[in-house]
């Protein structure tokens, strides 16, 4: 037997005790991602495109902030920007770290400007986290895998 045997890297995934099962939590992983990605990209495509339009309660609560109506066309078009970037692949770890960071500014200016409730940044930054955290995860698996198939038809 060799040194460095591992089962994981020696056997197929038919072979391998609960070989399936892996498979199956992949893909659930990413499903569940998705579905936050694309409820997450509805949420702040409307709520973006709500602070470029100038709707009248955006409006008020950045005269609150005191800084400007140009940091609410701005944040306006990061959450639309980060919004899209959710809904490609490749980028979507970016757009939820765009929306994460949205999040945190908009925690920072209830509790420390405006005043009124964090909850619905907190959770909306606490999915953009997740959703985040999740892609990572994925990306990680895929590139486990494709090096586990590479290691197998090497020594195949």
């Known amino acids: 037997m060799k040194k ?20 199956k939590i992949t893909r659930m992983k990413k ?3 998705w579905s936050l ?3 997450l990209a ?3 495509l409307s709520v973006g495109m709500a602070k470029i339009s100038g709707v009248q309660s955006s409006i008020e ?13 701005f944040v306006g078009i990061l ?16 757009g939820a770290g765009l929306l994460l960071i949205s999040m945190a500014g908009a925690v ?11 909850v619905p940044a907190l959770v909306l930054g606490i999915v953009a986290g997740l959703v985040m955290f999740m ?9 486990r895998e494709a090096l586990r198939e590479s290691r197998t038809r090497k020594s195949a």
């Open 31 to 33: 499903a569940g991602t």
């Open 42 to 44: 509805m949420v702040f």
């Open 61 to 73: 609560m950045f005269r609150e902030i005191g800084w400007g109506q140009w940091l609410r066309v």
């Open 135 to 143: 892609r990572q995860r994925i990306r990680l698996d895929e590139e």
């Open 37 to 39: 990605q694309i409820i």
């Open 79 to 94: 959450e639309v920007s980060a919004s899209v970037l959710l809904l490609f692949g490749p980028y979507a770890t970016l």
């Open 4 to 23: 460095d045997w591992n089962p994981v890297f020696s056997m197929d995934l038919a072979k391998r005790p609960f070989g399936g099962f892996h498979v």
């Open 108 to 118: 920072m200016a209830h509790l420390w400007l405006i005043g009124g409730s964090i």
